[in-house]
């Protein structure tokens, strides 16, 4: 029986939403640490054990040693431990390329309606004007090859945008048949975008659709940290608060020193109704 959680960080409803998104026996090609491997490990150990999936780097379904720090998650033998294969990022990419990855899941720096991520630079590219970052590593070919892609990323304006200052990674660049006519593979794309508030689809024209929010939020809210106005679901659901069993594995086997999820507001609830802490 699952109980309703009774309070839970804004990183951590994230994380159970997205594992609550993985199918099990399918693969998925996961981005390096944070939320997106967070999600996976926190599915295997719940309901679907039979999961297989890729790191960033090129590693063959590992069975990771949790818990382990998460700025490790990659080139690290706890990580990477039991693996099948022992491989490179290029390979991973050979496997995507075949259509063997079902699912991509990343972190996002920023993103914009029609799914395109922006990991590089935040301002203007030319002449070292803006202000760069670490850049996309094996995200742009999680984002170009995988079936369907899973984006992560907070409900922050300066998040999304009308059009990223620098594509990193592809979404649906220009909209319907641009990433076809620039040589990806048909039916490839982003497929769900998730924040601590919010659940977002695509629609058929490819661009961002608010489909959820999460039950301490109201709509306004979320358009409110939102640079641009998404296209909207006939009816937006309220997705489900974590269990008090999810979060017992997250704490006490995956994040136990809470580096991935001890970040954000906390939310508790109150006569009834879940809120903002404090």
């Known amino acids: 029986m699952s109980t309703p959680a009774a309070n839970f960080s804004e990183r951590e409803f994230v994380i159970v939403q997205v594992s609550r998104l993985v199918e099990d026996k399918k693969i998925y090609w996961v981005g390096g640490g944070g939320e997106p491997l967070s999600s996976v490990l926190l599915a295997k150990r719940t309901n679907m054990p039979n999961l ?5 780097d090129g590693v063959v379904g590992p069975e990771a040693v949790v818990p382990f720090d998460p700025l490790m998650t990659m080139i690290s033998s706890r990580a990477n ?8 990022m290029n390979y991973a990419a050979d496997l995507a390329h075949l259509g063997y990855v079902d699912y991509g899941i990343l972190a996002t720096l920023q993103v914009d309606r029609y799914g395109n991520v922006n990991s590089t630079v935040v301002g203007k590219y030319e002449g070292g004007e803006g202000r760069r970052f670490g850049g996309p590593g094996g995200a742009d070919s999680i ?3 995988a079936w369907r892609t899973i984006l992560v990323t ?7 945008v009308d059009r990223v200052d620098f594509i990193s990674s592809p979404g649906f660049l220009d909209g319907p048949g641009s990433r076809e006519k620039h040589g990806l593979p048909p039916g490839t794309g982003p497929w769900r975008v998730y924040t601590p508030w919010a659940m977002f689809g ?3 024209d490819c661009q961002l659709m608010l489909q ?11 358009l409110d940290e939102m640079s641009f106005k998404p296209k909207m679901a006939k009816k937006i ?9 999810e979060l017992l594995i997250l704490r006490t086997q995956i ?4 580096q991935v999820t001890d970040r954000g507001r906390w939310v508790e609830l109150r006569d009834g109704k879940y809120c903002f802490a404090g």
Not at 81 to 88: D, G, M, P
Not at 237 to 245: A, D, G, R, W
Not at 255 to 258: A, F, K, L, M, T
């Open 52 to 56: 297989q999936y890729l790191t960033e």
């Open 143 to 145: 984002a170009a090859l």
């Open 81 to 88: 431990y039991r693996a099948l294969q022992w491989s490179t």
């Open 154 to 160: 907070d409900q922050q304006k300066r998040k999304f």
């Open 202 to 204: 695509y629609d058929t």
């Open 212 to 222: 959820a929010i999460a039950p301490y939020v109201t709509v306004e809210q979320v």
């Open 255 to 258: 994040d136990v020193g809470g």
């Open 237 to 245: 659901e309220i997705l489900e608060p974590p269990t008090e069993e």
